[in-house]
């Protein structure tokens, strides 16, 4: 395997394609020179312009409700469903339901969640006043019933209104960590608070699953030059 890295200029704009052509002859592997001719490997990368990052690894600032908490994942839990992770995707910490065996159901959520109280993890304000063409990445690590409900929503006036973007429709049974990329409507743009929120609830009598745990967010967005 030949590993190609990149290097990104500052300037660079956001939705350009970054492609590699290796010259002929480039790579001098046991006395033989590869390739025999030029190449260009299979596939692309985008980039994306970054206005809001958090790996939870130090001061995050997201407020959290119900059994939502930033801590280490170890494994935990399962059964129904697959246990928490055995650690964050990055780092050591990680925000997640129940990561430290909370309540009747330790490392599980809850039964009988209501809508009132719901498990809630609502980020600061982000400023995307000048951007278009936001997107939501992170990585996901969730196991839910069909009939117990995540979602993700978003506000665009600082958390009065919200609006959900996604929410299982099925069973979720995650067993390694996902990526996730998730495009907001530009109805929710030009705003300087714009806010994430991650949701929990409600939940029935039965099936207490381990729920969510999510690592490396980013917000991104073309910015507005005209």
């Known amino acids: 395997y030949l590993w190609v890295t990149y290097d990104i200029r500052p300037d660079a704009e956001h939705g350009n394609q970054l492609d590699i052509k290796i010259p002929a002859e480039a790579v001098l592997v046991n006395d033989t020179l590869y390739p025999d001719s030029e190449t260009s490997p299979h596939g692309s990368i985008t980039i994306y312009e970054t206005v809001y990052d958090e790996e939870f690894e130090g001061s995050h600032g997201w407020i959290l409700t119900g059994e939502f908490e930033v801590a280490t994942p170890d494994g935990m839990g399962g059964s129904p469903g697959n246990p928490n992770p055995d650690g964050a995707y990055r780092g050591s910490y990680a925000l997640g339901t129940d990561l430290t065996g909370l309540g009747s159901n330790p490392y599980h959520y809850e039964s009988g969640v209501n809508e009132a109280s719901s498990y809630t993890a609502t980020s600061p304000d982000m ?16 196991n839910i019933e069909v009939w117990d409900h995540a979602a993700i929503q978003v506000s665009s006036d600082g958390g009065n209104q ?38 929990l609830g409600p939940t029935d009598g039965y099936n207490n699953y381990t729920g969510w745990n999510i690592d490396d967010i980013y917000v991104t967005g073309e910015f507005i030059s005209k």
């Open 162 to 199: 919200w609006h959900t973007i996604w929410e299982n429709n099925s069973f979720v049974s995650d067993y390694e960590w996902e990526e996730e990329m998730i495009m907001i409507p530009n109805d929710f743009a030009r705003t300087d608070q714009f806010r994430v929120r991650y949701k």
């Open 127 to 142: 400023d995307v006043f000048y951007y278009k063409n936001i997107h939501l990445f992170f990585r996901r690590y969730l």
